[in-house]
């Protein structure tokens, strides 16, 4: 029997500019143009005063690290253990989940709040994930 | 609602908790209500409402022949039970029903007719989780601890202890999977799965079921065992994406559950005598001490780990052992409500002398939901 494959995203109509911006080496989040809030993830009104007036932008990719757990078993398929499931904190606000690359995966090495910064993984030709790494400087 | 004006006059699991080759999952839905209806003294003919998770309540009626006025297919999570209590009572309240059954049941180990747990690729959790490495509860409940953690000074060592001693309130259930003691040290040199949580912070993963029947507390007093008045409820949902949380310092569905339930009870914390908080990690008794108000979140792991919560500490919790000694077929809520409604009748195996009010506190999905129930013996 084939070994599972490891899941991927399947972007719908509300989503898709994210997707096309991770593909294009752009996290993208979306802004209220009437309250200016912030929000994540992507949907064509704002959750916080309900306008469907809202734009997309490019974020900055910065952030820290909120919080994490570093998994050992069981393993998801096509992920190789241990390896951190990881809560970013972006400087906008948002806070999403990713991996984080160029750092072992260690408690010692995973401190909290260390900033962070977006760094672009391609799964195959349609999907590539954003993932964070250790910010230079 | 008004306070103790629907008892819980049926309590059961199934004859068997643990592993249970020889079942499906909906006749271990059959096997608790059977075992319910029985202790109430009722027919199944006598029920008209019904309400489950997971499986179907046309399901479940169905199969035990049930033709009920009422339904409730609320499936939030392991907390779907405390929300059925809530939403049976205020059923019952507007005339809706007269006697109500709650089943659950879950073939959580030998997976008999368990129906799929699927996270579809483009649902959101699909998207903007799955692919970063989640797979199943261990990988994603114990996400917001580290930070909870260092926010709130809590130690390594104090979340540990919270294993110890639902171990030693196991080891008083002979029902209970897992009874033999561990040390603090044992528990932080167990099997790592999701640092910070090792094997013995992670909920069992078992075959069972159980079922509650509720009617009016008028008609209460007719019943074979003694009622267990509903005092207060409360329910709420935040997101189903641990990532989503507004904070990590506490649960949202909790600070809104808990608090709606004292609020309707009309009682204060030093009123409760018994307390169950749904443990499918060892970090949630924690959280639901803080978001229920029984102390700041920074005093919660000292309360604890200086044994407050064991065998003969002024607050006994999750005395049947809890989901990490206990039993946890995978929707625990059912077994924390079994045994507050125990302690209430006074026939707990670990029976806290004299309690006559039990907090009952669920969790569902990954902090996504929550419901809370307040049980009395006295009316």
């Not at chain 2, 059925?84 to 507007?94: G, L, N, P, Q, Y």
């Not at chain 2, 949380?245 to 559950?257: E, L």
């Amino acid at each position: 029997m084939a070994e599972p494959a490891r899941a991927r995203p399947k972007p719908t109509p509300e989503t898709q500019h994210y997707w096309d911006g991770a593909k294009a080496g752009e996290l993208r989040l979306q802004r209220c143009d009437d309250c200016s809030n912030v929000y994540f993830p992507p949907r064509p009104f704002c959750p916080s005063c309900a306008s469907r007036k809202v734009s997309v932008f490019q974020a900055s990719g910065k952030g820290f690290l909120y919080s994490y757990v570093i998994n050992h078993r069981p393993a998801a398929p096509g992920f190789t253990p241990p390896y951190a499931i990881a809560v970013v904190e972006l400087d906008e606000g948002p806070r999403l989940m990713s991996s984080i690359i160029d750092c072992p995966q260690t408690p010692e090495a995973l401190e909290l709040d260390m900033k962070l910064e977006v760094a672009f993984e391609k799964l195959d030709d349609t999907i590539t994930l954003p993932v964070f790494r250790p910010a230079k400087g | 609602m008004r306070r103790n004006a629907v008892a819980v006059v049926g309590a059961a699991e199934t004859t068997e908790l643990g592993v249970i080759p020889n079942m499906s999952q909906i006749q271990l839905h059959a096997d608790a209500a059977l075992n319910a209806i029985k202790d109430a003294g009722l027919k199944l003919s006598d029920i008209d409402g019904i309400a489950t998770a997971v499986e179907t309540p046309q399901q479940i009626a169905h199969y035990l022949g049930i033709t009920p006025t009422w339904v409730d297919g609320t499936s939030v999570g392991g907390c779907s039970f405390m929300l059925h209590v809530r939403h049976a009572a205020a059923a019952i309240e507007a005339g809706l029903c007269k006697t109500v059954l709650i089943t659950h049941a879950e073939s959580g180990k030998s997976m008999i007719g368990k129906l799929p747990r699927s996270m579809p690729a483009d649902s959101l959790q699909g998207q903007f989780e799955a692919p970063y490495g989640v797979y199943g509860p261990p990988s994603m409940f114990p996400i917001p601890v580290l930070r909870y953690m260092k926010t709130h000074g809590i130690t390594h060592e104090q979340i540990a202890s919270v294993a110890v001693f639902q171990r030693e309130w196991a080891a008083k259930n002979p029902r209970a999977m897992m009874k033999a003691p561990i040390t603090v040290d044992d528990v932080l040199n167990s099997k790592m799965i999701a640092y910070p949580f090792r094997i013995l912070q992670c909920c069992l993963v078992t075959d069972g079921g159980g079922a509650l029947i509720l009617t009016s507390a008028d008609r209460a007093k007719d019943f074979p065992n003694k009622p267990v008045y509903i005092l207060g409820t409360g329910e709420s949902v935040e997101t189903p994406m641990v990532s989503q949380m507004k904070t990590f310092d506490s649960s949202g569905a909790f600070t809104v559950a808990g608090p709606t339930a004292f609020r309707e009870a009309g009682i204060a914390h030093k009123d409760v005598d018994h307390l169950m908080i749904y443990d499918a990690f060892a970090h949630l008794p924690l959280y639901g001490l803080g978001d229920l108000g029984f102390m700041p979140h920074e005093e919660t792991g000292k309360f604890i780990a200086d044994g407050n919560t064991r065998p003969g500490g002024k607050l006994p919790m999750n005395t049947n052992g809890g989901g990490l000694s206990y039993m946890h077929s995978g929707m625990y809520g059912m077994y924390a409500l079994q045994e507050s409604v125990r302690q209430m009748r006074g026939i707990a195996p670990a029976q806290v002398p004299g309690a006559k009010i039990s907090v009952c506190h669920g969790v569902g999905g990954m902090f996504a939901a929550s419901g809370t129930v307040i049980f009395t013996n006295e009316k």
